[in-house]
């Protein structure tokens, strides 16, 4: 379906300022303009495609169009850099892309320094669990994610990266207290544990794992990743860290693992599928980076796991 650039620019910055007036001042032409340029989209594919919201938000239909919109903009900015004219307008190559917390806080970000320092391009990190950072991709909202979900997002590709290991640690004083008869049901109901934020299911793999079923222990939402391991440290609650972030306390005392098995998450690179040497970059160097730092850690000799 054939849309003017305008439009589809037009309709970008909708999306980006939250409001018609906004998407006006920062065109430079009156809202009665944007409104006429969305009704011709929209009469065009006879659909809605903005929710008129405060903010507006996009419809399914209109995902898919803010998607084609990011793309042609993705492709100007490509232009501009090969044509020697990337200094022009820097924010052309701003690139938004979806990482998980705990990848942020181990390995994604030397990753990111290389790309950035590979490719030329500046980046807007959007924090999202990496179970549900695939909406960013299909609203629009991102050109890449860093997901736990294999089966590719329309219109991107799909390529798993490795697998991130997590154990369940406390501190040697909250073990004391609360599991010093083993890690078991009764122990788990009642030991206070942590999450990320309610959309945090690993503490309750481990718990299933161990008891074969759901458990509703008291908890702390702590939604940072460095705070989350201190608060472990600190003895506040038991939790689920990534290897990359908890070896150092499991070799030196600091915390204790409650099993001998890590659980697994497998990590998938989705990305549009475009032809940006930019976006080629940032994947390869994501891709590089990830195969050293995933799947090689090796925990230090540790105690003998509780549990």
């Known amino acids: 379906m054939d849309f003017p650039i305008e439009h589809l620019e037009t309709f970008a910055a909708i999306i980006d300022e939250g409001s018609f007036e ?7 032409v009156t809202p009665s303009a944007i409104s006429q340029r969305v009704r011709a989209m929209e009469q065009r594919v006879g659909t809605v495609l903005i929710a008129r919201t405060r903010p507006v938000s996009v419809t399914p239909s209109g995902a898919v169009v803010l998607r084609a919109a990011r793309q042609m903009h993705r492709i100007a900015a490509d232009v501009a850099n090969e044509l020697g004219q990337h200094g022009a307008d820097r ?15 181990t390995w994604f970000v030397p990753a990111l320094a290389r790309a950035a320092r590979e ?13 549900i950072s695939t909406e960013r991709l299909r ?8 997901t736990a979900t294999a089966e590719a997002v329309p219109g991107c590709t799909s390529t798993r990266v490795g697998t991130d290991h997590y ?20 122990a788990l109901a009642t030991a206070p544990m942590l999450e990320f934020d ?29 705070e989350f391991a201190l608060a472990i440290e600190l003895g506040m609650g038991w939790g689920m860290l990534p290897e990359l972030q908890c070896a150092a306390g499991l070799a030196d005392g600091r915390l204790v693992a409650l099993g001998d098995r890590p659980i697994l ?18 994947t390869r160097v ?4 990830a195969a050293t730092a995933l799947d090689t850690v090796a925990t230090p000799p540790l105690a003998p796991p509780l549990g």
């Open 22 to 28: 906004g998407a006006a001042r920062r065109l430079h």
């Open 91 to 105: 924010s052309a190559v701003l690139i938004p892309i979806v990482v998980n917390a705990d990848s942020l806080a």
């Open 119 to 131: 490719t030329g391009a500046t980046f807007e990190v959007l924090r999202a669990d990496e179970t």
């Open 139 to 146: 609203s629009g909202g991102a050109v890449a994610a860093l």
């Open 167 to 186: 154990r369940a640690v406390a501190s040697p004083e909250f073990v004391a207290t609360h599991f010093s008869e083993g890690v078991t049901a009764h």
């Open 198 to 226: 309610r959309h945090d299911a690993f503490q309750q793999r481990f718990i299933r794992r161990v008891t074969r079923s759901r458990i509703d222990p008291p908890k702390h939402f702590i939604p940072s990743s460095a």
């Open 265 to 282: 998450m497998p990590l998938y690179w989705q990305r549009w599928k475009l032809d940006s040497p930019v976006l080629d970059g940032l």
């Open 286 to 289: 994501v891709l590089e980076e």
